[in-house]
Structure formats: structure tokens, C-alpha cells
């Protein structure tokens, strides 16, 4: 059990542009989780799927933010023309359903919008 | 809806001092409750979570949560801090019957030697 991993770590982009990040769940983690978070502030929840299928999108996740579990496995966020406002650390979590959903916390991956 | 409020944003102590941080949620349904602890340039970690049962829960470091659910609270005590503990704390909820966590604004608490 090597935990929840994210990549990239850091990423600097500018208005406008498209970015992508990856989250690798525990291995056998049937839910995955994506949060977001600014400076002073908690996790905010984004999306949530289990196993491929998504379940629920929260309202802060505009159309311009899209999310994949294509195979059950590893996830992918993507947000298309970035804003400044993105500038955020993008956290995932993963969980097991038999365990009362205790999520588990990758590092996050901070965007830096310019 | 559920939500979470941490009243203290910013809890500075001495080391071997005595610590609460404070915790209060609002939900319609039964929640199950957790704490998270980040430290500096790291991830969220889970430092407790109450469930079900007793509604005092204790974490491996020293730290202990009651579930008070008349107040609906789940304050964090520790009884003599030491310097690694400090960290930003997250009080967080959840439903009963797997849902998404909902945070509160967090806790920094900054141990002074």
C-alpha cells in the first residue's frame, strides 16, 4: 500500500490554458475524490466516483472542469481556460465503501494560474 | 446540509501546555465525524474519526476527540503538546451512508518552546 499519489505536484500555467492532473488511488479503493482548496481555507468538494461511474458533481465545479475514472483505476482532472481564480491546491482521496468512507489524502497538486 | 465551524483559526500554546480545538457541525441526519492534521508542506493525514460507540476517540500521538451530540460538537484535547505538533487541524463530517466530507476553515496551532 504505496498511498495516494498525484502528479504533477506543482503546476504553473497561464490564463487561458488547459491543464490536466492524475490521482492513483490506493490500490482496491473503489471511490475516489477530488477537493479543492485555497490559502486559509478547508477542502472544498469537487467530484466523487465510484469505481468508474461518478456519482455527484458539487456546484463549484464549473464547465469548464471535467473529471474521469475511465477504468475504475487512476483518475484524471481537467480544467480548460484556466482563471486565476483556479489558482488552488487540488487534493484527491480515495476510500473504501466497506469502511464507513474513511478517505485517505493524496499531496495535492498546487496550480498556479498567471 | 451539513457544515462545520472551528471557531479558533489561530491557537498559539507552550509546549507541555494543555490544547483544546474546537469543533462544531450542524447536519439534519446522523454523521459520522473526523480530524485531519496537515503539517507543513505535507498532506492531509487522518488523526481520528468517530463512528459509532463510545464518543470519546483517541489518535496513536496523544490526542482525543468527544463526540457530544446534544452540543453538536467534536472538540480535540490534547494534555501536553509538544513542538511537532504543530500543524494546521481540520474538523470534518460526513453522512451517514457515504457522502463527500465537509471541512471547516481549519485550526493553526502553533506550539511555542
Known amino acids: 500500500d504505496t498511498g495516494v499519489s498525484q502528479n504533477p505536484r506543482h503546476k504553473i500555467t497561464k490564463r487561458g490554458q488547459n491543464v490536466t492532473f492524475r490521482c492513483d488511488p490506493i490500490s482496491e479503493h473503489n471511490r475516489l475524490y477530488w477537493y479543492r482548496q485555497t490559502l486559509g481555507q478547508g477542502p472544498e468538494f469537487l467530484t466523487y466516483?465510484?469505481?468508474?461511474?461518478?456519482?455527484?458533481k458539487s456546484r463549484l465545479l464549473s464547465d469548464r472542469f471535467s473529471a474521469e475514472r475511465p477504468k475504475g483505476s487512476f483518475s484524471t482532472l481537467e480544467i480548460q481556460r484556466t482563471e486565476q481564480g483556479d489558482s488552488a491546491m487540488y487534493l484527491c482521496?480515495?476510500?473504501?465503501?466497506?469502511?464507513?468512507?474513511?478517505?485517505?489524502f493524496g499531496p495535492g497538486t498546487r496550480l498556479t494560474v498567471l | 446540509a451539513q457544515s462545520v465551524t472551528q471557531l479558533d483559526s489561530q491557537v498559539p500554546v507552550f509546549e507541555e501546555a494543555p490544547v483544546e480545538l474546537r469543533c462544531n457541525y450542524s447536519s439534519s441526519v446522523s454523521v459520522y465525524l473526523f480530524w485531519y492534521v496537515q503539517y507543513p508542506n505535507q498532506g492531509l493525514q487522518l488523526l481520528l474519526k468517530?463512528?459509532?460507540?463510545?464518543?470519546l476517540v483517541e489518535s496513536i500521538n496523544g490526542f482525543e476527540a468527544e463526540f457530544n451530540k446534544s452540543q453538536t460538537s467534536f472538540h480535540l484535547r490534547k494534555p501536553s503538546v509538544h513542538i511537532s505538533d504543530t500543524a494546521e487541524y481540520f474538523c470534518?463530517?460526513?453522512?451517514?451512508?457515504?457522502?463527500?466530507?465537509?471541512f471547516g476553515k481549519g485550526t493553526r496551532l502553533s506550539v511555542i518552546a
Open positions: 470534518a463530517v460526513s453522512e451517514k451512508g457515504n457522502t463527500p466530507l465537509v
Open positions: 482521496a480515495s476510500s473504501l465503501v466497506a469502511f464507513a468512507d474513511t478517505q485517505y
Open positions: 468517530y463512528l459509532s460507540g463510545s464518543t
Open positions: 466516483f465510484q469505481n468508474e461511474a461518478q456519482l455527484e
